[in-house]
């Protein structure tokens, strides 16, 4: 994605996408690191893309059976997805994953 603004003098200035994440979402991701969900020497590019994560993401109902690793798997990979994204990653899908997983 490619975004450019003119500076006043006429030319354009190229200028890349700066999103951030709400406060709950800060908060979220906070909590995933300083819990220790999120894995540090797990390559989550490539998993993200097996069929074990694509069923826990088109079918979030299937989270509650998930064991304690691949739920941190999942957080990993859709969290490091965000993060690497300009914001068009699945924020909205890792909340509600969890929400799903583990109703009130």
Not at 20 to 37: A, I, P, R, T, V
Not at 73 to 87: A, K
């Amino acid at each position: 994605m490619k975004a450019t603004v003119t500076d006043p003098d006429g030319s354009e200035i190229l200028c890349f996408p700066h999103v951030e994440l709400s406060e709950l979402g800060k908060q979220f991701f906070d909590m995933c690191y300083n819990q220790n969900w999120v894995m540090f020497d797990f390559d989550a590019g490539n998993w993200i893309n097996t069929e074990e994560a694509q069923l826990l993401i088109q079918a979030p109902q299937n989270v509650g059976q998930a064991s304690l690793q691949t739920l941190r798997q999942l957080l990993t990979s859709l969290i490091r997805q965000e993060r690497f994204s300009d914001g068009r990653g699945p924020v909205r899908e890792v909340v509600g994953i969890c929400l799903g997983a583990f109703p009130g």
